[in-house]
Nanobody, 127 residues
């Protein structure tokens, strides 16, 4: 039974930091493309950061230089370190997972923002 469980959200002041975690029950974690996405009320869901099976990362332009995605396959965990937070970062954050797809592997998954497995979300509020 696949399960993704986020934690670490909360309220923080502008300029502050938060670290989101996602506990993964994938078998094995190393075979999956992982990502963080967010969705604010009335807005479309957007990809924030993705990490490939080989550890290659990519970020939305709006968070480059401020957010860092990482994975620990041995601990079955995904992380998002968020620094220099801005009010516009306020949103529900979701972790997601999907196996690589042809022909470009994790890039195909990230370009579509379509993932097979999702967490329930964790709220981040920046004021």
């Amino acid at each position: 039974h696949v399960q993704l469980v986020e934690s670490g959200g909360g309220s923080v002041q502008t300029g502050g930091s938060l670290r989101l975690s996602c506990a993964l029950s994938l078998n094995p974690t190393s075979d999956y493309c992982l990502a963080w996405l967010r969705q604010a009320p009335g807005k479309e869901r957007e990809g924030v950061a993705g990490i490939d099976t080989d550890g290659t990362t990519n970020y939305a332009e709006s968070v480059k230089g401020r957010f860092t995605i990482s994975r620990d396959n041995a601990k079955n965990a995904l992380y998002l370190q968020m620094n220099s937070l801005k009010p516009e970062d306020s949103s529900m954050y979701f972790c997601a997972a999907d196996p690589p797809r042809e022909p470009q592997g994790c890039r195909e998954v990230q370009a579509s923002n379509v993932y097979s497995y999702w967490g329930q979300g964790t709220q981040v509020t920046v004021s």
